[in-house]
């Protein structure tokens, strides 16, 4: 399930999302609404192989996943691509499970149902946020490659 065209796209959303409805929703909105480029799956497996594959700016993920937790893919998608965006979403209650979302490196928690305006804004500012970390890590890597001895003649 896929939505919006990759060259109008604000940026590329993985969703990981078991219930159809719902990923038809997060897939519809955030496409559609948000001019998002957005990729579906419901296996974490497979959610976890394109995060280590492909460049996304953000993952929504459910808490709740056919073999393995949506908690359990955060810390693998924190292993294979640590500065990724990453959102957590559940029905349950808010509590126990918004604090070990983000003990865990969730940079946002959502609780469904999940509102139009606060998906698109979430997924904006997360995005957002992802691109100046990796910005300024790359700024902060050239400062370090230009500090080496020997560096100043490859530029």
Sequence with gaps: MTATSPSVARGRILVVEDDPEAALFAVYVLGKRGQFDVIHT??????????????????????????????????????????????????????????????????????????IDQLISTATALISKGRSARRDAGTMAAGRRDNLPGTSELR
């Design 42 to 115: 419901a296996d974490p497996a497979v959610a976890l192989r394109l995060a280590a594959d492909e460049h996304w700016d953000l993952v929504l993920t459910d808490v709740e996943l056919p073999g393995m937790t949506g908690l359990e893919l955060l810390c693998a998608l924190r292993k294979v691509a640590p500065d990724l965006p990453v959102a957590v979403v559940s029905a349950h209650a808010p509590g126990g499970m918004t604090a070990a979302a983000l003990r865990n490196g969730a940079d946002d928690y959502l609780e469904k149902p999940l509102g």
